[in-house]
């Protein structure tokens, strides 16, 4: 009887869970090993009572975004800190080129982000239509006066919220 060898899989992405505040040690690790991830981060102006700073912080706490075959899935835990996979429905859960396409985008926007796990009350579904996060759709939330867009990213169970100026949201078309 022949060997039938099975087929090479394609990268896909996958959610890692790491030690609280562990993460930028973990992609350092992951970078190392020569594994393909990504670690959502923004600049954020950090204030100290003798000076300003920007520094990158983490956008998801205690997660990262790692690329392999699934023959390669147990490859991460030979880094110091990676804690599992986040699992749903017993297999763990793989995030979509597109959404990590969407996340670096919204990594990328130049005023804080703030991102939340907190479910948020629906509201209106939006497009926006300029700027840098042109074509991005989310649920618009209405804080103080201030618009806000809520782009929920499901597979992580996290929501994204920044402020944006209310002429580039528009109502989407069903």
Not at 72 to 84: I, Q, S
Not at 123 to 130: F, N, Q, R, Y
């Amino acid at each position: 009887m022949p060997y039938n060898k099975a087929e090479p899989q394609e990268p896909q992405w996958y959610v890692i869970v790491t030690r609280p505040r562990a993460e930028k040690k973990v992609s350092e690790g992951l970078a190392k090993s020569g594994i393909t991830h990504f670690l959502p981060l923004q600049k954020q102006l950090r204030q100290w009572k003798d000076r300003k700073k920007q520094v990158d912080m983490v956008l998801f706490n205690a997660y990262l975004f790692v690329c392999l075959e699934e023959q390669c899935r147990n490859d991460v835990f030979a880094v110091p800190g990676v804690l599992k996979y986040l699992v749903a429905g017993g297999r763990p859960c793989t995030i979509s080129e597109e959404e990590i396409a969407r996340i670096r985008r919204i990594c990328q926007y130049e005023s804080e982000i703030v991102a939340s796990s907190e479910e948020f009350v629906p509201g209106d579904e939006v497009t926006i239509s300029g700027g840098p996060l042109k074509g991005l759709e989310g649920t618009l939330i209405e804080k103080e006066n201030a618009a806000y867009l809520s782009i929920r990213i499901e597979k992580i169970g996290y929501s994204v919220s920044f402020k944006i100026d209310r002429n580039l949201v528009h109502k989407r078309r069903k």
